[in-house]
Each structure stands twice: as C-alpha cells, then as structure tokens.
C-alpha cells in the first residue's frame, strides 16, 4: 500500500511505516532527490545546500533504544534519512566505517567529570571528530554512484581547518575510482596536523598548502563546485566533482547518530530520567556539528538547549545574540584552530528551518552576504534561535579551562573541548540552567599537544611537538594514541601549493587534464 501524504510518502513495508525523505535545496531549485542523488552532487547547482524536505521522527520509545550499540543506532538513524538505500547497503556501510580504525570498542564513549559528560568523539584514526562521519561518507558516496549508474571518476575536494582533511583522505586512501584533493591552510593548523596530511598514503590522495585561510579555501571548493565550464571540462574528461566537506549532506546525517547514542547512553546509566531534557555544548566553526544536534531535536531527541561555542572568531556568538551575521572583522589564528573560520556555510541550513522554507528569504541572505558582508535575520526567525545559546571563549580562558578541568577532575581536554567547557561555565552562571549536560568532545588532546601542555603548564614551550606527545604522555599518563605514535618518523609524500586563485589550476594539474 503506498499513499502520498504532503511531500511525505509514505510506504508500508513489512507493516511498518517508513517514510522517504527527499532532498530540495536551500535556495529553491525546484529539486525533489534522493539521499543518493544529494550526497553524490554535494552542492545543487543554484549554490543552495541540500536539506531533507521533512525530517523523520524518532518513533521508538527510547527504553527501547537504549541497549542498542553504536552501529545499531547508526542503522535506526541512517536508514529513516536515507531511505532511498536498501537496508543490506547501509548496514555494509556501517559496519565498514564503525570497526576497529576506532580505539574504543564503544565508538563514541560518554565519560562522566566534574559533575558534567563528556562525548568522545575522537578515538577514530585521525583523533578529531571528523572521523565519525567521514568513516562512513566514502561507503555511502560509492554506494551512491553504483546506484545511480555514475561511471565517472569521483574527484571528493574538500576545504580543511586541520581535521577534515586528515579525515577525507583517511576514508577514500585507495577507494576505487575516486580522487581526493585537500586544501588546506598550512600557517592555520597545528604541526600534528599537518604532519598527519603530508604523510597520507594511497595513491589518489592529495594534499595542497593553499595561501590564505580556511574560508578562502572553503570558498574556493564552492567556486569550482559553482563553475560549469569547469564541470564540463571535467565530465569530458570522465570526472566527476563532490565533496566531503559538511556542507555534503552525507556528512550531517551520520552526525546526528551520536546526540541519540549519547542520550540513550545517560538513560541506561541512569544519569537522567526517560523524556528528561539535556544541553549539548559544542565547539563550532563550520557550523556542521550542531545542525546535527538540532536536527536531533527536531527528530524528537529531548534537547533542552543546544550551547554553541566559539573561539575569538566569535561571528557565531554575536548573530545568536543580534539576529545579524557580520563577518566585517579580522580572521584570527587561535590555539582552537579547527574553529578558525569566520563563514560557517551550514547556518544556512538552519535559517532554511527558522525561516519556515522560506527559499527567497534564503536567496536574498546569502546575496548579502556575499555584497554587503552581512545579513540581518526576520523578527520571526529571531525568535525561533531560542533553541540556542552562544558563548566565546579566549585563548587564554581556554587554556585555564584545560588547567582547572585537569587539577579538578583528572581529566585532559584538548583546546577545542576547552572552549565548550568553558563556555558551558559561563551559561551555567549566566542562566542557573541546572539541567543535564553532554560537552561534545571534538579532538584528542594530543591533536593539539602544544597548547594543552602550555594549559596544563601556565607558559610556553619550546620543546618540538612529537617530543610534546611524549611529554604529554609522562605529565597525564595518558596513553598515546596508536595513530600518532610514529608519526614524526612516517615520510613526507605531499608539497603541493597554490595561491587563494590558483585552485582550478592545482586541481587540472592533480588530474592530468
Ligand atoms: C571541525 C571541528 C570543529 C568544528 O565543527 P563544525 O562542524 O565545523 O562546527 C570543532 N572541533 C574540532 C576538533 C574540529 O575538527
């Protein structure tokens, strides 16, 4: 039985109900495609995102959640979003993406500090939360050209700040018939790092020193994505473009698996009463992490309050509090570098839901955005951002944030984490909110080794950064990740450069076209 309800349709298999999601883009293309069809463009034609068309609800009890693993609840998630891919599919995918690459057995463990919990989300190879999604991205991507009947080569250009680099080249090293180029901004990132994407193995991997920071980068993945000519020239050479950066949608869905895993893991601990609302705070720059969070709720989760927090590059901080995204100021390099990033493309997609759909709306911010630098959002969607609070935390608060959670509670936060921590104080003080709190941890400690000893230590150190890890490993006890162990020894593979315009060029160069 199969009957069309709104954009909804609905189907009856095996007397369930499951409902297919489609995906349209932000700024009104007109468009009605599959999950498939999204992930594999990445970005729609009219420079929109792609964004579900009505969400699925979380229709199970949570009791009834709650003793499923990581991967079973990646299944429950992953299949009412893309619900175009067969169930065999995405369990291949899954179980392909969750196994051993992670050190911890329980994929995203919730570890309880201070009176607060902490989501890990870094015990995948590159120790940045990137991996939860991009471990599984390159399985979804190919499953989606095989379905689609896609031939060309897929060429995956992804934007970094640090961490998604590493993650995209991680996931598609040696994947058939893909290509992968990273730009990233080697003054912006830490040596760790860079260290990790200068030594990737696999031939189709990679990596450019771009001459400027992330958001040139970012921008300049968008332009080629946004070029026809250069689409053309590519297709006639048997190419094909996509992107594993967030604004991909098959990089958000996966992400929203870990905000239901982690409540469902208080529940089970008994940390918190079925239905019981909680905060989540999350270090922000691109604005990925958080849309899944919000997309959560909007799934049913129980959120009380999703805490965004920023680094100096507070752009985020101030559109929160003024309804005005300006991003007329200067773009600093911070000890949180992977939240250096002035532009966060996937708040788009939130002012999509605040905005009621409002395409037009959209159209016209972004245009702003573009010309004037700024954009100032309706009364109404003003008033729908009461879902968030947004808080900034400075290099130095960050770094005594590291210092107070180590001597209070033992425990050692990269800087990233540090501006959450940080940034939850300050809302606790500032609103009495009492309720139950997940601090969403993006990085490992030794991903940012250098400035989590300056925290630890009160003052600089010299000391080169793979003598740190060591360092860190003697001062904490903290064992040293399996992935960074030699990596100072590893041989570097990758020294290509380019300038902020000199983008499309590298990319010819890299496919011999
Ligand atoms: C990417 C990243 C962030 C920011 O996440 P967004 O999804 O871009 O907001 C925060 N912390 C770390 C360690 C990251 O790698």
Redesign the pocket.
């Known amino acids: 039985m199969v009957y069309y309800y709104l954009n909804i349709i609905m189907l009856k298999v095996w007397g369930e109900e499951v409902m297919v999601v489609k995906y349209k883009s932000t700024r009104g293309n007109n468009e009605n495609i599959t999950s498939a069809e999204a992930i594999l463009k990445g970005l729609s034609k009219d420079k929109g995102l792609y964004v579900p068309q009505d969400f699925p609800v979380i229709d199970k009890n949570l009791e009834a959640i709650k003793d499923m693993n990581y991967k079973e609840v990646a299944f429950y998630i992953l299949n009412k979003f893309l619900s175009d891919y067969t169930e065999e599919e995405l369990k291949d995918a899954i179980e392909k993406a969750y196994d051993d690459k992670f050190e911890n057995k329980k994929i995203a463990p919730l570890v309880k500090k201070s009176g607060m919990y902490f989501l890990e989300l870094?015990h995948g190879k590159t120790l940045?939360?990137?991996d939860m999604a991009l471990s599984i991205l390159p399985h979804l991507l190919t499953k989606a050209a095989k379905k689609l009947g896609e031939q060309k080569k897929i060429v995956i250009l992804a934007a970094t700040?640090?961490?998604?680099g590493k993650?995209a080249l991680e996931g598609f090293s040696d994947v058939n018939n893909t290509e992968v180029i990273v730009f990233y901004p080697a003054k912006g990132v830490s040596e760790i790092q860079k260290r990790q994407m200068i030594t990737q193995e696999g031939k189709n991997t990679h990596v450019v020193d771009i001459n400027g920071n992330f958001d040139h980068a970012q921008r300049g993945v968008k332009e080629i994505f946004n070029d026809d000519a250069f689409g053309e020239e590519m297709a006639a050479n048997n190419h094909v473009f996509s992107s594993a950066n967030?604004i991909n949608i098959g990089r958000l869905i996966p992400?929203v698996v870990y905000y239901v895993y982690s409540y469902v893991q208080l529940l089970k601990q008994g940390e918190i009463a079925l239905d019981e609302k909680i905060n989540f705070v999350?270090?922000?720059?691109?604005?990925?992490?958080?849309?899944?969070g919000y997309y959560a709720k909007k799934m049913g989760l129980p959120i009380n309050k999703l805490i965004c927090a920023s680094n100096e590059n507070n752009v985020l901080t101030d559109f929160l509090k003024t309804g005005i995204y300006d991003i007329q100021r200067d773009f600093l390099i911070t000890n949180?570098p992977?939240?250096d990033?002035l532009i966060?493309s996937?708040l788009e997609r939130l002012l999509y839901e605040l905005s009621d759909h409002d395409e037009d709306l959209i159209r016209s911010m972004m245009h702003d955005l573009e010309r004037k630098k700024k954009y100032t959002i309706t009364p109404s969607m003003k008033k729908n951002l009461e879902d968030f609070y947004g808080g900034f935390s400075t290099e130095d608060e960050t770094l005594q944030a590291i210092k107070k959670v180590y001597n209070d509670a033992n425990y050692v936060m990269?800087?990233?984490?540090a501006?959450a921590y940080h940034v939850y104080e300050q809302y606790k003080k500032e609103t009495k909110d009492a309720s139950k709190t997940v601090i969403v941890s993006?990085?490992s400690p030794y991903?940012?080794t250098k400035s989590v000893i300056e925290g630890l230590k009160e003052g600089n150190t010299e000391n080169d950064e793979f003598e740190l890890v060591k360092n860190l490993s003697t001062l904490t006890g903290l064992n040293i990740p399996q992935s960074i162990k030699d990596l100072d020894k590893k041989e570097i593979l990758h020294d290509l450069k380019c300038e902020k315009d000199g983008m499309k060029e590298i990319v010819k160069k890299i496919l011999n076209i």
Do not use: C, E, R, W
């Open positions: 870094y940045a939360f990137k700040s640090g961490d998604t993650a967030s992400q999350v270090p922000t720059g691109n604005f990925g992490n958080i849309l899944a949180s992977s939240m990033i966060s996937n990269d800087t990233h984490t501006v993006t990085a991903k940012f």
